[in-house]
């Protein structure tokens, strides 16, 4: 798939990494997702959905990502999406919506990040985000968690990640695009929280960070492997760098609540049918997720590819 579209490269954060199948490394010779044998219920990050009497959906777990391995799409998942009449995806990446997000990345109400953090975290940030080209009079504007969310996505080349050119070929071929999401309540995720949470996730990315480069290392090969469950581990390691408290916070309002909101939001897609939805696939496996939940809804779920 090869699509030209804006650069994305410091937007859609839930977007990022803790859907942690939001991050990539470089390409290495591995050539796209492993197609082995499914040997397991998690093994999966295409999946059929069916009701009787109705055509078709699909649910496909994406990576945020530009790495060649993940946007060169294999048979299987490509002609499903080639194949929908409907393309949803977890928020519609126009320009307008890209406009507002970055907007909400900076306080507006007179506060800065000097004023809210110590000298130390302040300095640091100010420091790691140099790394990225940002001057410190941008960095002091920035909300906390705009700033851990930066940080915690590898640098991009492109800004072709997945999704922006799946939203960019459903958008040229004239398919109707849903976002399951308002920039409101995504943006609602970070800002409801606590600013003194805010600030312990700044200052847990700013202290651990060789521990989240591992895994940012091995999220790409993990991702190519299909393995949902691999996919949950990984992000259970990143969670336990955090303390429990506000891990337990961030993993609801990342993951569990929007998941609910997502999969009530897919019904009226899959009662149509014919859609292709693309969502992170940190969002797919367990108890609480997608998967599970459209299953608890009525629908038959399986594995495609």
């Not at 070929?169 to 109707?176: M, R």
């Amino acid at each position: 798939m090869k699509i030209s579209s804006p650069r994305f490269s410091l937007v859609i954060p839930f977007l990022l990494l803790f859907l942690f199948v939001g991050c990539a490394n470089k390409p290495t010779n591995s050539n796209a997702l492993n197609s082995s044998s499914q040997s397991s219920s998690n093994k999966g990050v295409l999946w059929k959905v069916e009701k009787p009497g109705v055509t078709p959906s699909y649910v496909f777990g994406t990576m945020h990502s530009e790495d060649e391995r993940v946007i060169n799409l294999p048979d299987e998942i490509n002609n499903a999406f080639t194949g929908a009449k409907i393309f949803a995806m977890e928020m519609v990446l126009d320009e307008k919506t890209t406009k507002e997000i970055l907007r909400g990345m900076y306080f507006s109400d007179g506060r800065t990040l000097k004023s809210i953090t110590s000298d130390k975290t302040y300095q640091l940030a100010v420091t790691e985000m140099a790394k990225k080209d940002m001057p410190e009079d941008l960095v002091n504007m920035m909300k906390p968690w705009a700033i851990f969310t930066v940080l915690s996505m590898p640098e991009q080349k492109t800004g072709l990640f997945l999704d922006a050119l799946l939203y960019q070929s459903a958008s040229k071929n004239g398919k109707k695009v849903i976002g399951l999401e308002s920039m409101q309540e995504q943006l609602a995720v970070f800002d409801d929280m606590k600013i003194e949470t805010q600030v312990s996730l700044l200052e847990s990315t700013l202290e651990n960070g060789e521990d989240l480069n591992k895994i940012l290392d091995e999220t790409t090969e993990i991702y190519l492997t299909r393995d949902l469950q691999k996919i949950l581990d990984l992000n259970n390691r990143y969670m336990s760098l955090l303390d429990k408290e506000i891990a337990d916070e961030f993993n609801q309002r990342l993951i569990i609540d929007r998941n609910k909101r997502m999969a009530e939001r897919m019904k009226p897609l899959i009662e149509e049918g014919n859609a292709f939805i693309a969502i992170g696939a940190l969002h797919l496996p367990g108890e609480g997720g997608v998967l599970s939940l459209l299953r608890k809804k009525g629908y038959k779920v399986k594995s495609a590819f």
